[in-house]
């Protein structure tokens, strides 16, 4: 009797261990088609100081967008890191494809961690086959064993979902929840290597799925996660692809804290923060961490980032929509102010040219000043940082795939090589040129 207890105890236990291997589903007929396994924890940061990172991915790395949210936030999120950041992104590839070019066009620059982002081609717009997922795990498999064999560590990335149907593979077959089925065996594919290889997971298709039906519901049936094609994200999209990525980097989103004691007129602040002067409840402080903005004061027509005047935060096209979705300012972008000692039931808080009310228990709490003011005097420092990202991301796709493949690199590559890093170097510098600390009001006076 004893021992059939035992039996049964055990078979319980499995059971459970089984039901919590799957990730947690949203209500709703549609997600129980699915089964995503539980995708691995992340225990302390990942990257270390000075690190150099590649972005490796196809046409959805070549777009330049979730790795530039990534640089952006590495650059000026925490810069204490120093981390460098390319991509080297192509656009159509396959996990076999990079795995062909790796060694000339990324391990020759000496990454020291690497974030990879396939599985998009390589499911072939098709329902799910033995054959795919096993050309996937295997090619996939070789681009981390040979990431590690040169000392480079890795965060195998999952594919993204679809949307629909895209129009130019004229080989796609089944319905659009097929392929979404495929990218999510996929998916788990990738989980399977990232332990078997002892490396990290960054989960992009199940927080991308799952935003994109909540979209739907909030903003509109013609909401695209994936993008107007069904397969390149806007900004929303590429948002969670790179909360994904950064989440998998180990970050704990801690960005900055001024603890104000609102009786004495008095701040403390966390470490890359400074209080200048304090003077009847406004403050002057500088700072050299920035918090991540989700949108920029600009005026140019040519930069795609969302400009703040004209910014839609119910459009898949806006940075702040994606943070309606996922929890991008609660756990990656916390610059909060902390007020004790409270002699009002309520306080005005002006940041910069913006201003809003809390209650007293809220600042308690804590306000999270990087969510509640978008607009606010980071903006226009950070559109410089991030424009210069973006021309060094962009010569970086000119550089691998026009210079690295022209007539002078067959007979001279090591030459052409070194030409183009004196030509990519500027660009690199001009990121740290714009990276300056910011110095701006912050006043706290009780509300009327």
Request: glycine share 8%; proline share 6%.
């Amino acid at each position: 009797m004893r021992l059939k207890l035992i039996v049964l105890l055990t078979l319980a236990a499995c059971a459970c261990g089984l039901a919590q291997s799957y990730e947690p589903k949203p209500n709703g007929a549609y997600f129980e088609q699915f089964q995503p396994l539980k995708a691995p924890s992340v225990t302390g940061l990942v990257l270390r100081r000075g690190d150099r990172l590649a972005i490796c991915g196809d046409s959805i790395t070549e777009q330049k967008m979730y790795s530039r949210i990534m640089e952006d936030y590495l650059t000026m999120c925490v810069p204490e890191l120093k981390v460098t950041v390319r991509q080297f992104g192509w656009s159509g590839e396959r996990a076999p494809g990079f795995l062909v070019r790796m060694t000339n066009d990324c391990l020759r620059f000496k990454p020291t961690i690497a974030t990879t982002c396939y599985g998009m081609n390589d499911h072939e717009y098709r329902p799910y086959q033995d054959r795919i997922g096993q050309t996937y795990r295997d090619s996939s498999t070789a681009v981390v064993e040979a990431f590690k064999a040169n000392g480079v560590r890795v965060v195998e990335g999952s594919p993204g979902c679809v949307g629909k149907i895209p129009f130019w593979v004229k080989s796609a077959t089944g319905t659009v929840d097929d392929l979404n089925l495929n990218l999510c065996k996929l998916r788990n594919i990738g989980i399977q290597i990232a332990e078997q290889e002892k490396v990290g997971f960054a989960d992009v298709f199940w927080p991308m799925l799952t935003a994109g039906v909540e979209a739907q519901k909030q903003y509109g049936t013609n909401y695209a996660i994936a993008g107007k094609d069904g397969v390149h994200p806007a900004w929303a999209g590429h948002t969670v692809m790179a909360y994904a990525f950064l989440k998998a980097l180990g970050f704990n989103g801690d960005i900055g804290m001024f603890t104000v004691d609102l009786k004495r007129g008095k701040m403390k602040t966390s470490k890359g923060h400074k209080v200048l002067s304090a003077k009847d409840g406004e403050f002057t402080i500088s700072s050299s961490k920035y918090p991540f903005c989700s949108c920029v004061e600009t005026s140019d027509p040519h930069d795609s980032y969302p400009s703040c005047p004209t910014d839609d935060p119910s459009s898949f096209n806006s940075i702040r929509s994606a943070m309606t979705l996922i929890p991008f300012n609660q756990e990656l972008n916390r610059l909060v102010l902390v007020g004790h000692n409270a002699r009002s039931p309520n306080y005005q808080v002006t940041w910069g040219e913006q201003s809003k009310t809390f209650t007293a228990d809220q600042l308690a709490s804590g306000v999270n000043l990087a969510q509640e003011f978008p607009v606010n005097p980071f903006c226009i420092a950070f559109a410089k940082v991030d424009a210069a990202v973006a021309a060094k991301e962009a010569y970086e796709t000119k550089q691998i795939k026009e210079s690295f493949r022209s007539p002078e690199a067959k007979s001279d590559m090591e030459g052409v090589a070194n030409r183009t890093e004196q030509e990519r170097q500027p660009l690199a510098d001009a990121i740290a040129a714009a990276l300056v600390p910011v110095t701006y009001t912050l006043k706290i006076e009780p509300a009327r």
